[in-house]
């Protein structure tokens, strides 16, 4: 009897159509081998998982809601194996500013930053901006991935940018980091590997990620001494591991000054035909469906 796979995409964050592409892509391949059902997240998921009655539940949410920890809850209550990272683990990753304590205080560095709430007056921002991270800066959701709703700031468009985020409780923003753009794969305990990423646009942004019009190129083995390459993965690694994650995780890193910046981890990243884990696994000998097995496999095994 083939295992019954529930693949869970869509669902109502900004990265709805991301998610959706990536369960396409997983349920083309593991329809090869599995029973699969592919689902969206919505009114009637306890009726939908009470009647299919999955084995394992392939979360394929990107964004709010889908990997932040609360669909993880939900799964959690059925008592059935579901896919990369627990609520706990989920739920510190998606938290900007939580994910950039628990860096800085095991010695991993992230850009300087500070969480905007809206409340002070607009002289006194800039100001404080000018005193603690200087111009440039980056401003973003505190709980958003696929770098959306990411902006670079001057001082003259900052306030404009900033009015764009109101509907946010809270923000963070961050000094810029120039230099290179570096993302690195975990894979359980394995150091999958790394690529780095040349962008047209201003930076890798939503579009960069998602648009093939956008022509990011993208380097793979990456120009690093053999040192560096090492550092660099063993700090995504270490990573992984301080905030709990199990599956795959990717880290996404600015290299400037012979220094290496975390700017996040995301613990669900994208399997699209974009997507840069699925690209870092080819590269090291592993087609995309033994990554999805071993996805599955690894949710088996770690309930």
């Known amino acids: 009897m ?30 090869k081998k599995y029973h699969v059902k592919l689902s969206e997240p919505d009114s009637k998921l306890s009726e939908t998982i009470q009647k299919f009655k999955p084995h394992i539940i392939f979360n394929a949410l990107h964004g709010q809601f889908g990997e932040d920890g609360y669909i993880q809850t939900i799964f959690e209550s059925f008592r059935i194996p579901y896919t990369h990272s627990g609520v706990l683990a ?23 930053y500070f969480k905007y709430s809206f ?3 607009d002289k006194d921002l800039i100001k404080f901006i000018e005193k603690k991270l200087k111009f440039p800066v980056v401003i973003k959701p505190i709980n958003e ?19 764009l985020l109101k509907n946010y409780k809270n923000i963070l923003i961050e000094k810029f980091i120039g230099g290179r753009e570096i ?19 201003k930076f890798y942004d939503y579009k960069a990620k998602y648009s093939k019009k956008a022509k990011t190129e993208h380097i793979i083995p990456v120009d690093l001494s053999k040192k560096n390459y090492n550092k660099i993965l063993q700090i995504a690694f270490d990573a992984h591991k301080l905030i ?15 220094k290496f910046y975390l700017l996040e981890i995301n613990t669900q990243p994208g399997m699209t035909k974009l ?17 999805i097995e071993w996805i599955l496999k690894d949710a088996t095994f770690n309930k």
């Not at 510190?92 to 628990?102: F, G, H, P, Q, T």
């Open 183 to 201: 993302q690195v794969a975990i894979m359980g305990s394995k150091k999958l590997g790394a690529i780095e990423l040349k962008p047209k646009r």
């Open 275 to 291: 997507s840069l884990v699925p690209e870092i696994a080819k590269h090291h000998g592993i087609n995309f469906l033994d990554l």
């Open 90 to 112: 989920s739920s510190i990753a998606m938290n900007k500013e939580l994910s950039k304590k628990i860096f800085l205080r095991n010695k991993i560095l992230t850009p300087k």
């Open 145 to 163: 991935g696929s770098s959306v709703d990411v902006f670079i700031c001057q001082k003259s468009n900052i306030l404009k940018k900033i009015s």
């Open 244 to 258: 709990g994650c199990r599956g795959v995780t990717r880290s996404d890193f600015k290299f400037y000054n012979n």
């Open 119 to 121: 409340d002070k007056k």
């Open 2 to 31: 083939k295992k019954k796979i529930l693949i869970l995409s869509g669902g109502i964050s900004k990265e709805r159509a991301v998610s959706l592409d990536t369960g396409f892509q997983v349920a083309k391949e593991l329809k």
